[in-house]
């Protein structure tokens, strides 16, 4: 069977009947179901001391950014989290993060940073959900999860928090995002194989280089 979906004004043609994209995600639900993810090239976080000045928000894409799936595209609701603690599809590719965002996000919340997520998905009640179940919707404390442009999801958390545009910081895996953000002032980081401790690392330190 064969699927096809427009995603971003381009149509993506899937193959349902395998598993299209095993490097991306799991196919099924068990224990020696791995998806490739990158490696951790930054160590760990608990020894590192936060680069000063700090962001006031630190707002993160999801797709590709977070996790390495299209949550409109590639994986099928509803979701639901097993006996196991994994959280699975319809069915039962596991959905799971990139190997180092867990840490980060703990890392992160433990140091006192405020973020959020921006994502223009076309499914953004199946992302709500799927944060929910993987217990990241607890680290967000804005979420601007729906289609248009990311200025828009911008101009909201700036509504919402009041942090100006230059004591923002963003990561996302697509330059056409990098770029409109840099445009307002926000200092925006190309994430080109999901996030890991060395790309947060480097963003904090050009962070506090660059708004000295």
């Known amino acids: 069977m064969t699927l096809t979906s427009f995603y971003r ?17 799991c196919h099924k639900e ?17 020894n590192y001391p936060p680069p000063t000045p700090r962001p006031e928000l ?14 409109d595209t590639h994986v ?18 596991v959905l799971q993060g990139y190997e180092d965002v867990p840490e980060i996000l703990d890392w992160m919340s433990r140091q006192g940073y405020t973020m959020a997520v921006a994502s223009r998905t076309d499914a953004p009640q199946d992302m709500r959900a799927a944060l929910k179940l993987l217990d990241w919707d ?18 909201r958390f700036h509504e919402q928090s009041g942090v100006p545009y230059s004591k923002m910081i963003f990561f996302d895996d697509e330059e056409r995002n990098i770029y409109d953000l840099s445009r307002i002032g926000v200092l925006s980081i190309l994430v080109s194989r999901g996030l890991t401790t060395q790309v947060l690392k480097d963003g904090l330190e050009q962070f ?3 708004r000295k």
């Open 30 to 46: 068990d224990a020696s179901c791995q998806s490739k993810r990158e490696e951790n090239r930054g160590g760990p976080m608990d």
């Open 76 to 93: 099928s609701p509803p979701f639901k989290k097993t006996s196991a603690g994994r959280v699975v599809d319809r069915y039962n590719y």
């Open 208 to 210: 506090a280089r660059e």
């Open 138 to 155: 607890k680290y967000f404390t804005y979420k601007e999860i729906y289609p248009g442009s990311k200025t828009h999801h911008f101009q």
């Open 9 to 25: 004004g381009l149509a993506v043609v899937v193959s349902v009947g395998t598993c299209f994209a095993a490097e991306l995600y």
């Open 58 to 71: 630190v707002v993160f894409d999801v797709d590709f950014t977070l996790w390495p799936f299209w949550v």
